[in-house]
């Protein structure tokens, strides 16, 4: 099998289709790109999310908090606490273990999350150091923003830019090979693209905003993720692909190494469908937050429009970091 998520139809199959339990506590559970489950506990609900970090090897702590808390983020809520695994394989030291805690102990101070338990392990099963967090927050339970609730004639929203995550990991494993192809002063511009990849604030102000839906973008990259939307929404999408913001640093590191940066893993990117997309554009604007409208939802039809052209936008596959690492 190929390296990344599974596809659509194979996580059904093997995945959703063995799960024989359904508890009537469970009030959201999983679907195709719906990246967090709810429990009810009364008035109110606990959101959860649960991630892995396997592609990065710098930053990997940060990146690791910022990836759960981010897919509660999308359901509108503040996360809380966060539960972390380590996976070291034995070649690693102690000086590697600390740096990941380290990392992961500034990124949860500046979120305001506690790390609240989790287990620290060295196994050969693994060559390098796999970090595993789950995210957990609370909201009142009719205040939960879904993944699946687009409607048609929603705006499509993206915050910040395409391919931050990915470009930031690639620069930061592959920094000696990319001084073929970018400046030193680029290379060096892209360490601060990881404190772009938090998307706490923008889901928490979409989701005050009354958004209808929500998801973040992690492997699959910006087309990845809006295909989800309408596939948990039961929608069509509309995705005008020069409206899709992305840094001049990350064009060149995907011409580099033969990437679509549409397709490329992009935590610090959330997608938001709302109805009014264009005064919650102004809203996070106004709180310093990039935004863009960059399609629509339909009733039905999943297409890219290019200069005019209409594409079919495909399920997501492999993630493009892969081509790179």
Do not use: Q
Not at 31 to 52: R, Y
Not at 116 to 130: C, D, F, L, P, Q
């Amino acid at each position: 099998m190929k390296e990344g998520k599974i596809p659509p139809e194979l996580l059904k199959s093997l995945i959703f289709d063995n799960i024989k339990v359904r508890n009537e506590e469970v009030i959201m559970r999983p679907e195709i790109g719906e990246d967090c489950a709810a429990i009810d506990f009364g008035s109110h609900a606990c959101v959860l999310s649960t991630d892995p970090i396997t592609g990065a090897v710098k930053n990997a702590g940060a990146l690791a908090i910022h990836i759960s808390c981010n897919d509660v983020a999308a359901s509108g809520v503040r996360p809380v606490g966060i539960m972390m695994t380590i996976l070291a394989p034995p070649e690693a030291g102690e000086e590697d273990i600390r740096r990941v805690m380290e990392d992961a102990g500034e990124a949860a101070l500046k979120l305001g999350v506690e790390i609240i338990g989790g287990h620290t392990e060295i196994t050969s099963a693994v060559n390098r150091i796999v970090i595993s967090t789950t995210a957990l927050g609370k909201v009142l339970k009719d205040r939960i923003v879904r993944s699946s609730g687009a409607k048609a004639g929603d705006d499509v929203i993206m915050t910040k830019w395409a391919g931050l995550e990915g470009t930031s990991i690639i620069a930061a494993d592959k920094g000696k090979e990319l001084e073929a192809a970018l400046t030193p002063e680029e290379i060096e511009a892209t360490k601060s693209f990881i404190d772009n990849i938090s998307v706490v604030e923008e889901g928490v102000i979409a989701g005050e905003f009354g958004a209808n839906s929500m998801h973040d973008v992690t492997e699959g990259g910006i087309l990845g993720a809006a295909w989800e939307i309408a596939e948990c929404s039961g929608k069509g999408i509309e995705i005008y692909i020069e409206k899709i913001p992305v840094r001049e640093v990350t064009k060149k590191i995907c011409s580099f190494y033969g990437i679509d940066p549409y397709r490329l893993i992009s935590s610090g990117s959330m997608l938001i469908t709302a109805s009014k997309g264009a005064e919650l554009v102004e809203i996070l604007e106004s709180k310093g937050i990039p935004s863009a409208i960059i399609g629509r939802i339909t009733e039905r039809g999943r297409n890219i429009i290019s200069n005019g052209k209409i594409f079919p936008l495909n399920p997501p596959g492999a993630d493009e970091i892969y081509k790179a690492l």
